[in-house]
């Protein structure tokens, strides 16, 4: 089993940043891709970042440039580092921890609150 537990959220002004993490406790190998989600009010989830054990990154479009995610595999903790936030940032964020090859080992954090306002 494993669990995820992000920290990190808050309200910041447009153009801040923040940082956020996620600490996953239980067996994460390399057979798992880590993935910042957000959902924002009468939105769909959407996937923001991930990254690959190899280190192999992917964004979403309208983050890239300002977003980065990384990787301590000595704490087994993720994070995403948000520089220049946006109005249109703000959303629920949700940590993700997905099997590449068992897809039914897909697990979530309990998500943490970003908003961004002036």
């Known amino acids: 089993q494993v669990q995820l537990v992000e920290s990190g959220g808050g309200l910041v002004q447009p153009g801040g940043s923040l940082r956020l993490s996620c600490a996953a406790s239980?067996?994460?190998?390399?057979?798992?891709?880590m993935g910042w989600y957000r959902q924002a009010p009468g939105k769909q989830r959407e996937l923001v970042a991930n990254?690959?054990?190899?280190?192999?990154?992917n964004y979403v479009d309208s983050v890239k440039g300002r977003f980065t995610i990384s990787i301590d595999n000595t704490k087994d903790t993720v994070y995403l580092q948000m520089n220049s936030l946006k109005p249109e940032d703000t959303a629920a964020y949700y940590c993700?921890?997905?099997?590449?090859?068992?897809?039914?080992?897909?697990?979530w954090g309990q998500g943490t609150q970003v908003a961004v306002s002036s």
């Open positions: 990254i690959r054990s190899n280190g192999l990154t």
């Open positions: 239980g067996t994460i190998d390399s057979m798992y891709i």
């Open positions: 993700n921890a997905r099997h590449i090859v068992h897809i039914n080992f897909n697990y």
